[in-house]
């Protein structure tokens, strides 16, 4: 992705989660994604997708079972 796309797509990231803290950062390896960064913790990858002239973005974050804390869930009454 170009610088200033990168700079639309994190400000808009920015916007959507409310902290300043979001860094995209060009992956190196390919020209449609970049890294999500947060607070210095790799968070993600961000694709570009371009079809028929449309162009839009996932993101995409994987989460591993081991990070996730134990909650205690109530059962409904």
């Known amino acids: 992705m170009k610088a200033t796309e990168l700079a639309r797509v994190q400000q808009y990231l920015r916007n959507i989660f409310g902290t300043e803290r979001i860094i995209l950062n060009a992956t190196g390896r390919k020209d449609d994604s970049a890294e999500v960064i947060l607070g210095g913790e790799f ?7 371009e ?26 009454r």
């Open 43 to 49: 968070l993600g990858v961000i694709f570009r997708d």
């Open 51 to 76: 079809e028929d002239g449309d162009i839009s973005y996932a993101f995409h974050m994987a989460i591993m079972e081991d990070d996730l804390p134990e909650v205690r869930v109530q059962s409904p």
